[in-house]
């Protein structure tokens, strides 16, 4: 079942990707979708580009969803559903070219450790972006709700979500050589990104 915060969010999903295609010049190559959920991010890259795409997940049910997704799409890239923790991937060293996370890294209960394992498993020359927010394509009137979807979602759940000062001290006790950490497209301090190039 997927999350009703997901529901509300999916708008998003597809900005996000167009984003990241656009940084980073994605079109091919190896790219890993942790804690991907419902699939949502790896979804829209499959949609855009030729990635060759892993959905990872601790959560087998979550990954079962992403399948079922996929399965409906008419797209032809090769892709994998793989059952493993953050914080100890089943991946050899550098091994995929881009690593996306989106709303998963609040849930991991050793951050500095996860992001030891996204470094080690991304590709030299490769780009790994970890965190949460809306990007910077969101029109304004799509920002406003779904700010407002996020707020409550947070709320809700009672959790504290790290500001970018703990980012900041979670990459340097991960002890990571090539990084920033920022605010979202807006600026407004609702999304916290890291991202990781090696």
Known sequence: MVNSTYSVLQPMYPLLIQQFVDDYSLNEGIALDIGTGPGFLGLEMAKITSMKIFFVDINEEALQTAKKSFDSLDCDNKVEFVQSDVHDLIFEDN????????????????????????????????????????????????????????????KKRNEKRPDLKEFEEMVKKANLPNYKV????????????IEIKK
């Open 182 to 193: 920022f605010n979202d497209g807006d600026n407004s301090g609702t999304g916290k990104w």
């Open 95 to 154: 091994f995929a070219d881009f690593i996306m996370s989106r709303g998963s890294i609040w849930f991991w209960n050793n951050p500095t450790k996860g992001l030891q394992e996204i470094y080690r498993v991304l590709k030299p020359g490769g780009t790994a972006i970890i965190g949460g927010g809306l990007g910077k394509y969101v029109p304004e009137t799509m920002r406003k709700r779904l700010k407002k979807a996020l707020e409550n979602g947070v």
